[in-house]
């Protein structure tokens, strides 16, 4: 332990010095860079941030990227000012990324290429976060109590009943390709796809009625549409304001223009044909032809080049499968403070690596300019060491996803049953466990103790409990035995996604075993694991993670990452709470909140509401220990090229992909 201490308070002296030189780094200034103020300059044109809730101030004109003027004196690009929208989004401090982590925003310069690197498919979780658009906004992952604000719409207002959601879009916002986004691509979204069956076969939960019916659409006029709800939903514009639920994942919005040309409604089954053909699809498959030509959430893939977009950056080329160019959307409808037409960077090359083990020599070979999702505390030292030689520097940032122990409530052993409905012995199980140790030997120290969960250690308070319940009976190897005289056995089961899994669950085996308790761990394959997760037939799992930051700050997040995942609630009370108690099993008393506190989450009638509910939420959480969080916070690093600026600099490091359009190249 005095080991593992040494080595904590190494890698603590390291994040200091880390954090003091992060601040550092300056360089000379390119011609091209010293451009993107000129452009086309607009005089006189005032930007209304009163209703964006920013403070952009006076913008006296706008200005665009100089590859953008140069279109525009050729002739092959309106001028700035008509490509943006009547009123863009000025971004500032606080507009994305919360202000205590990056409290000063610079105003950047135009230009550069920005690589990225992940194994498997171009672009990754670094494409992913900085394409994210949602429909409304919130800073960071939001507060539970506040109201959304405009990000794509413009703004909405909510009825007193919380029924009725009436959106404003942005007069004169475009696509990237320059058609005008109006509520014929809200009508077309809501009618031809998610009530279409074959494009949408399970109308989404979140936009439909507690009785399962779908919302009611109304088209106002060309930019103002309405949502009406049967019952109260001032939960709804958090599912608008999501970053894990953007414009091309909702859907509530779809280039109508240009997906009409794969929709059987809207073009015959003869024209689609040679499509069809073209990708290995049969006649009667156009909705799936549709699929791969809309963005609907997925990945970078040559069929999508051309769809249009309302992201930063556009799909303009794939060289080979591996690599995918995006190029910035001239049609942007964010600006900064000074009228500069965002983003800031030209383009993004998104490469990809074979496996992950090939990442580090990218990186420290100068490579890479940003990567975020697959590195690990545990290469923060090799990656330190290699910073000057690849021209990057290493911030250390907080995870949003701690991972969770979770149990299998609905096991079909009734024996089994009984025993982990007792609070009793879930509490007796994470008072074994040894936090501080945790922290040590497998994070280095970069980890806090969990707060949704207790974190206190105590052995002794745990043997109690078991005692206490009825497990106090011990076979003649010293484990204790269940109620039917058989030896009280923990399997713990895992597909092992990411290096910290093994070395957690190895403690916990050891941890459960000094309580009496014949503890054992098991890695299966992921879809294997799935199998037995659907099929009921696990016990304890340790192998996904839960996104507990984002669903603190926007509550409808806990639908996605909590009460819709069978890892998490079980097979059992999933089928129960998504199927509304007609199947499954229903939760004890002493689980059930965690599921009504949504549902009173969901039917407030104001955004306040919410606010209570998700306190109420939290302590039942933490009081029932539905599941068991060891630790938070784990420290992971963010590489980052030292060119860039407006890089948050604490905080969560997903932060820095939200705010990949205001990210530039100092030198």
Known sequence: MKIRRAIALMFAFLLVVMLFLSGCGSGSTSKEQESAGEGNIEKGEKVDEGKENVSGGEIGGFKEAPMLAKLVEEGKLPPVKERLPEEPLVYVEGTEVPVNDLPKLEIGKYGGTL???????????EWWAISREPLLNQPGFGTPGEKPVGNVLKDFDMSEDGRVFTFYMRKGLKW????????????????????????????????????????????????TFRIKFKEPYALFPYTLSLHWQTWDSGPLLQPSHYMKKFHIKYTPLEELKPLLEENGLGENEWYRLYSLYSWGGGALE????????????????????????????PYYWKVDAAGNQLPYIDEIRADTVTTVDMLPMKIMGGEVDLARQAVSITEVALYK??????????IPLKFHCPIPITFNYSNPDPVWREIV???????????????????????????????????????????QLLDNMGLDKRDSEGWRLRPDGKRMELLIETSAPATDFIPMIELLVEYWKNIGIYTTMKQVESSLLSSRVQANETQVIVSSWFDLPVAQGNPYMLEWVFLNDRYKVSDGFHKWYTRFGKEGIEPPDSLKPVFELYRKMRASKSFEEIGIHMDEWEKAMHDSLFLIVPVEDVMIPLIVSNRIKNVPEKGYQIMANFAGEVLFYDE
């Open 115 to 125: 690589r990225i690197v992940n194994p498997g498919s171009p672009g990754g979780g």
């Open 176 to 223: 990237s390709d320059g058609h005008p986004v109006t509520t014929e691509d809200v009508r077309f979204a809501y009618e031809d796809v998610l009530l279409n069956e074959e494009l949408t076969p399970v109308f989404p939960t979140w936009l439909a009625n507690p009785d399962g019916t779908p919302c009611e659409l109304e088209i106002v006029d060309e930019y």
């Open 302 to 329: 040559k069929t999508r080049i051309g769809c249009p977009t309302l992201a930063p950056y556009m799909l303009v080329d794939m060289p080979s499968a591996q690599v995918a160019i995006l190029r910035r959307n």
């Open 385 to 394: 060491e290699n910073e000057n030689k690849g021209g990057y520097r290493v």
């Open 421 to 463: 409905w007792d609070t009793r012995f879930r509490q007796a199980l994470n008072l074994a466990i040894n936090r501080e140790e945790i922290i040590d030997a497998v994070y280095h120290g970069f980890a806090s103790p969990s707060k949704i969960t207790p974190s206190e250690y105590d052995p002794e308070k745990a043997n």
